[in-house]
């Protein structure tokens, strides 16, 4: 799948798979892709207010500039390098979320994004410094 600007809000696509998918400046907003496989795929300057992505495998995929307020990331693989570079993660959940190589570097902000089950945060890029930082919950 490529797609341009596309506006599929509240899509119900549990358990789906995407690999090597482009979602650029698409508008996903309150979907459901929990159990989804978007290997590689691309969601850069996305809407993706509170989607679910719970227990998504999400190995090296792209999310720089999406607006992923609210987004649920809760148990899901962000391996290989994931990245969410310029993104905003404001109020995002991570319960359960390996974090080790996700890049987060100059994030919008990670204010009120809960981070309190995630696992090796301390080897993420960026997230200490990341804007918000100091009103997540750890």
């Not at 496989?37 to 090296?60: D, H, I, P, Q, Y």
């Not at 996700?102 to 089950?117: P, R, Y």
Request: aromatic residues 12%; negative net charge; contains cysteine.
């Amino acid at each position: 799948v490529r797609s341009r600007g596309v506006i599929m809000r509240e899509t119900q696509a549990k358990g789906c798979y995407g690999a090597y998918s482009v979602w650029h400046r698409a508008t996903l907003d309150r979907s459901n892709f929990s159990q989804c496989g978007f290997r590689e795929a691309e969601f850069t300057g996305a809407s993706l207010r509170g989607v679910n992505f719970k227990s998504a495998k999400l190995w090296a995929v792209n999310f720089t500039n999406a607006d992923l307020a609210g987004a649920r990331f809760d148990d899901a693989s962000l391996q290989y390098g994931a990245t969410f570079r310029g993104a905003d993660l404001t109020d995002a959940t991570f319960a359960g979320t390996d974090l080790s190589e996700v890049d987060f570097s100059g994030v919008k902000s990670i204010a009120g994004a809960d981070f309190s089950g995630a696992t090796r945060v301390e080897q993420a890029v960026g997230l200490f410094e990341a804007n918000g930082a100091d009103d997540a919950e750890w």
